[in-house]
């Protein structure tokens, strides 16, 4: 079945960065779009970025653009998100997706 486990959360300064990732398993990784969500404290789930099944295209929310950046390796079945610029709104769970599966979720805290 469908595993996806996320990592690389964590506690951070406003301005800092953090790397996350998601390895995937049970299905065929190469082939899939995936995206990043997250859940900030007391709100809505809501979408972070995706990634076509060959990289060659992303998307971000507006709040994100131009911080985040997210990227694959399909030989290692991983797909990351790479955040600069941190800032105090982005505090939240972030969540791997794919096609109806969620990871477990990691915990990103920007704070001074």
């Known amino acids: 079945q469908v595993q996806l486990v996320e990592s690389g959360g964590g506690l951070v300064q406003p301005g800092g960065s953090l790397r996350l990732s998601c390895v995937a398993s049970?299905?065929?990784?190469?082939?899939?779009?995936m995206s990043w969500y997250r859940q900030a404290p007391g709100k809505g789930r809501e979408w972070v970025a995706g990634i076509s099944a060959l990289g060659d295209s992303t998307n971000y929310a507006g709040s994100v653009k131009g911080r985040f950046t997210i990227s694959r390796d399909n030989a290692k079945n991983t797909v990351y998100l790479q955040m600069n610029s941190l800032k105090l709104e982005d505090t939240a769970v972030y969540y791997c997706?794919?096609?109806?599966?969620w990871g477990q979720g990691t915990t990103v805290t920007v704070s001074s």
């Open positions: 049970g299905f065929t990784f190469s082939s899939a779009v």
């Open positions: 997706y794919y096609r109806g599966s």
